[in-house]
C-alpha cells in the first residue's frame, strides 16, 4: 500500500528543549494503577505504546516523598533509589524502542489522602479539601516552602538518575499543591505568594528554576497546565491567569502539556457521551498564541484527520492522548502504514479510569483487552501465536461483544475454520442497540472493529439469522464449541436489592417494558408517566430516563441506590448524569424500592425504614433491575457429554454474558482469554499468570531476572500463581 503523505506532519521530529521526539505522538501522563510496585507490567505497558508509535510516553502522576501518598489509589513514585530503579526498567524500554520517556511529579498537599504513611500534608492556606471533605492541611511558612521546593528538585535528580528524559512539573486538575498556589480558590495568602498573579505563580515559577538548575541539559523540562478549571472568578480562567501565567513561565518551560478543568475532571477525561472529539480546543486557542514553546492538547483523538487539523491550523503542536493509546497503542503507526479500519478506536466509555478510579485495580479497557496484561500474561495487542490446535473447527454461537472478540483471535491464532453463527440479522448483541441511547453513538465502535477484522479474516465466516438448538451445534461438525449467547434484562423485576419479583411487574404486560423491548422491539410506554426502576447503577436507567424525558415523557428515576448511577462516578459520567436529568426535569428518587406495580399506580418504600410508603401516580414502569444470562443452549449440550464426544466435540466453553452479565469490557476480555488460551489444558480455567510481590527470601538478582525481558520463559516460570475461575 503506497504511503499516504496527507500525515506527514504527524511523523516530523520535533525538538524539545535538549531532546527531540521522533515526532508529534505524545502518551498523555494517565493512570494505570500499576506504579512503581509492579515495575514489570509498567515497563511493558508504556513500552508497548513506543513500539507501537508513540513518540514520548510518560508516567502517571509521579509522588515526590511520602507527605504527597495517595493510597488506596496507585500513582508511580520518586521516593527513594528503589523507586528510581523501579521505573529504570520502563525508561529502558522506552528507550529501546526509540521513544522519549516522561515523569510527572506530583505533591498533592491537602487532597494526598496519606493513608499509608499518615503524615499530615501542608499547603498553601489552611483551607478543607474538596476532594477529601474532612481532610485539610498545614499552611506552609516560607521555610515550608523551600522544604517542598527541595522534594521537587529532589525528584527531578531521581527521575534523571532513571533514564528520563522529560521532567513534567505539574499542575493540572488543581490536584498538586504549584496550582493550588496559583489559584485563588485555594490561595488565601497575604505574603509575596498570595494575592497578585505574579505573587501567586511565584512558589511554581521558582519550582521550574529550580528543577531546570538540578537537572541542567539532561532532561527536557514540560509544564502539565490547568489553563482553565471551569470555575469562573474564584478559579483560573483562560483568556486571564491561563494567558499570565504562560506569560510568565514560558522562559523556563521546554514543552507546554495544556488541559483544563478541576477535581471534577471528568471535564478534562471527557466521556464520549457528552464530549466529542477534541473538545478542548476552545480553551487551547485562547492561549496558545502567548507561548513560544511547543504545545500539546488531549481531546480524546482518534481521526487522523482531526489530527492533522489540530496541527496545520497552528493549535497544537504534538497529538496527546491518554485513552485512544491505551485503546490501540498501534494508532501512530497504523496511521503511518495507511491501515486505518484497522485501529481500534477509544469509545470514550472511560471503564479505564474506573479500573483506577476504584483504587488499586490494574488498567483495563473495553477496546483493548490487552490493556495492563502485556506482561502478566504476556499478551501483545497485535501479535498472536500460531494455535496448537489450529487444525479444528471452532463454532461460536452468538456474535455480542464477547463472541465476536473472541472469534477475532481464534482467527488471528490460525484456526483453520472458526465459524461465527448469529441468531439476529446484524452482529453485535447488546451493542447493536445501546450505541442508539442518547451520547453513545461512538460505542459502535466496538462492534464496528471487530466487523472490519472479521471482513477480512478468510479463516472466519459470519453467519446471521441461524437459531442452533442443542442438537444442530453437535451436528454442526465442530471440533471446539464456544457459547456466547449473552444475557437478557428481567421482565419480572427481579433486583438486587429483594432478590425477588416485584407484584405487579411482567414484561408481557403493555405497562411494563425492559430495556430490550424499548429499543429492539419498539415498544412504547402507556401513557405520559413513566417510573424507571433502575437497581442496575450504571448507564443503562438513566439513559433511559433521559431518552424517555426528551421524548415527551414525565419521567421519575427511582432506585434503591444511595444515588443514581453510582459506578459512573468511577467513569466520571455522573456530574453530567445529574445536570443532564435535571434539565429534562427528570424526578430522582433514591434509596427506595419498587414494592408493587398496578395500573395507573405504583408503591415503594425507603430501604432503611419500611414504615415510610412512597406511591406514584404512573401510566407505566420500566424495569432496569437485572440481566440473567441466556444460558439454556450451554446447559443443554453440557448435560450430555456422552453426545458431545460421539460428535467429535473435544471442547465446549461458554464466554461473556452466558457465563455471568457484566460489563462490556469484562465479556470482551473474557473472550479474548479463552481465545488466546484455547490451546491450554483447560482452557475453561485461566492460565496462571505473573504476579509481581516481594517474596521472603528473594534475592535481587532473582528479581532481576524475572524483569529481563528477554528471558520470557524463565521469567513465567519463576512467578507464577494459579487461580481459579
Not at 497546565?225 to 504562560?246: Q, S, Y
Not at 478534562?268 to 513560544?292: C, L, M, T
Request: hydrophobic share 40%.
Amino acid at each position: 500500500m503506497a504511503k499516504n503523505t496527507k500525515y506527514d506532519v504527524l511523523f516530523e521530529p520535533i525538538k524539545i528543549g535538549p531532546k527531540t521526539s521522533p515526532n508529534r505522538f505524545y502518551k498523555a501522563p494517565h493512570c494505570n494503577a500499576l506504579g512503581v510496585e509492579r515495575p514489570g507490567a509498567q515497563a511493558y505497558f508504556r513500552s508497548t505504546a513506543v513500539e507501537g508509535g508513540w513518540g514520548v510516553v510518560n508516567t502517571e502522576y509521579c509522588s515526590i516523598h511520602p507527605e504527597s501518598d495517595d493510597t488506596p489509589y496507585v500513582s508511580a513514585r520518586l521516593w527513594d533509589d528503589g523507586d528510581v530503579r523501579n521505573l529504570a526498567l520502563m525508561c529502558e524500554r522506552i528507550h529501546d524502542h526509540g521513544g522519549l520517556a516522561g515523569a510527572q511529579l506530583w505533591y498533592g498537599s491537602k487532597h494526598a489522602l496519606n493513608y499509608e504513611t499518615r503524615v499530615a500534608p501542608r499547603g498553601v492556606s489552611q483551607v478543607p479539601s474538596d476532594y477529601v471533605p474532612y481532610q485539610s492541611c498545614t499552611t506552609m511558612s516560607k521555610r515550608d516552602i523551600r522544604e517542598i521546593q527541595g522534594f521537587y528538585v529532589a525528584a527531578a535528580r531521581r527521575a534523571r538518575s532513571a533514564g528520563f528524559d522529560l521532567v513534567n512539573v505539574y499542575g493540572g486538575h488543581t490536584h498538586p499543591i504549584l496550582h493550588q498556589f496559583l489559584e485563588p480558590f485555594y490561595n488565601k495568602r497575604t505574603d509575596e505568594y498570595g494575592g497578585t498573579l505574579e505573587n501567586r505563580a511565584r512558589m511554581w515559577l521558582e519550582t521550574l528554576e529550580m528543577v531546570r538548575e538540578a537537572v541542567g541539559d539532561s532532561c527536557a523540562i514540560s509544564c502539565r497546565f490547568g489553563i482553565d478549571t471551569l470555575r469562573g472568578d474564584l478559579g483560573i480562567k483562560a483568556e486571564e491567569d491561563g494567558i499570565g501565567f504562560v506569560q510568565l513561565a514560558d522562559h523556563l518551560v521546554d514543552l507546554w502539556d495544556f488541559v483544563i478543568g478541576n477535581l471534577e475532571w471528568g471535564e478534562d477525561a471527557g466521556p464520549s457521551r457528552f464530549f466529542k472529539e477534541n473538545f478542548q480546543r476552545p480553551f487551547v486557542e485562547i492561549v496558545k498564541p502567548h507561548v513560544s514553546k511547543p504545545v500539546v492538547g488531549v481531546g480524546r483523538f482518534t481521526s487522523p484527520d482531526v489530527m492533522i487539523d489540530a496541527i496545520k491550523s497552528g493549535q497544537l503542536d504534538m497529538i496527546g492522548a491518554a485513552r485512544p493509546s491505551i485503546a490501540d497503542p498501534f494508532l501512530p503507526k497504523k496511521i503511518e502504514e495507511g491501515r486505518f479500519d484497522d485501529i481500534r478506536e477509544c469509545i470514550g466509555c472511560n471503564f479505564c479510569v474506573s479500573r483506577w478510579a476504584v483504587g488499586a485495580a490494574r488498567i483495563a479497557c473495553t477496546q483493548n483487552a490487552t490493556a495492563g496484561e502485556e506482561y502478566r500474561r504476556g499478551w501483545h495487542p497485535e501479535r498472536f501465536s500460531r494455535a496448537a490446535n489450529a487444525e479444528a473447527d471452532v463454532l461460536v454461537v452468538g456474535a455480542g461483544p464477547a463472541g465476536m472478540e473472541c472469534a477475532v483471535v481464534l482467527a488471528k491464532r490460525g484456526f483453520r475454520r472458526v465459524h461465527l453463527v448469529e441468531a439476529n440479522s446484524e452482529l453485535g448483541g447488546s451493542m447493536r442497540w445501546i450505541p442508539r441511547l442518547p451520547g453513545f453513538g461512538e460505542w459502535g465502535r466496538v462492534v464496528d472493529y471487530r466487523k472490519v477484522q472479521l471482513d477480512k479474516l478468510k479463516n472466519v465466516e459470519v453467519i446471521l439469522e441461524a437459531t442452533l438448538d442443542a442438537k444442530k451445534v453437535r451436528e454442526y461438525g465442530a471440533d471446539i464449541v464456544v457459547v456466547a449467547t449473552g444475557s437478557h434484562w428481567a421482565e419480572k423485576g427481579i433486583n438486587g436489592a429483594t432478590h425477588e419479583p416485584i407484584p405487579g411487574a411482567d414484561a408481557s404486560l403493555p405497562q411494563c417494558l425492559t430495556p430490550e423491548q424499548i429499543m429492539v422491539e419498539g415498544k412504547r410506554p402507556v401513557g405520559p408517566r413513566v417510573l424507571v426502576y433502575d437497581c442496575d447503577g450504571y448507564f443503562m436507567g438513566s439513559a433511559l430516563a433521559e431518552k424517555l424525558a426528551r421524548e415527551g415523557h414525565a419521567v421519575t428515576l427511582v432506585t434503591p441506590l444511595d444515588q443514581i448511577a453510582p459506578f459512573t462516578q468511577y467513569t466520571l459520567e455522573l456530574p453530567r448524569i445529574r445536570r443532564t436529568l435535571c434539565g429534562l426535569n427528570v424526578h430522582v428518587v433514591t434509596e427506595h424500592t419498587l414494592d408493587l406495580i398496578e395500573s395507573g399506580f405504583a408503591r415503594g418504600a425507603h430501604i432503611y425504614d419500611s414504615r415510610k410508603i412512597a406511591t406514584w401516580e404512573i401510566d407505566s414502569v420500566v424495569l432496569v433491575t437485572c440481566r440473567n444470562s441466556n444460558e439454556s443452549l450451554f446447559r443443554d449440550l453440557e448435560a450430555d457429554p456422552d453426545a458431545l464426544a460421539r460428535e467429535g466435540i473435544r471442547g465446549l466453553y461458554r464466554i461473556g454474558d452466558c457465563v455471568s452479565p457484566r460489563l462490556i469490557a469484562d465479556a470482551i476480555f473474557d473472550g479474548h482469554r479463552l481465545a488466546r488460551e484455547i490451546d491450554s489444558a483447560n482452557p475453561a480455567v485461566p492460565l496462571p499468570y505473573i504476579r509481581e510481590y516481594r517474596v521472603l527470601g528473594r534475592r535481587d538478582a532473582e528479581y532481576d531476572a524475572v524483569l529481563d525481558g528477554q528471558k520470557v520463559e524463565a521469567r513465567s516460570s519463576q512467578i507464577r500463581v494459579s487461580i481459579s475461575k
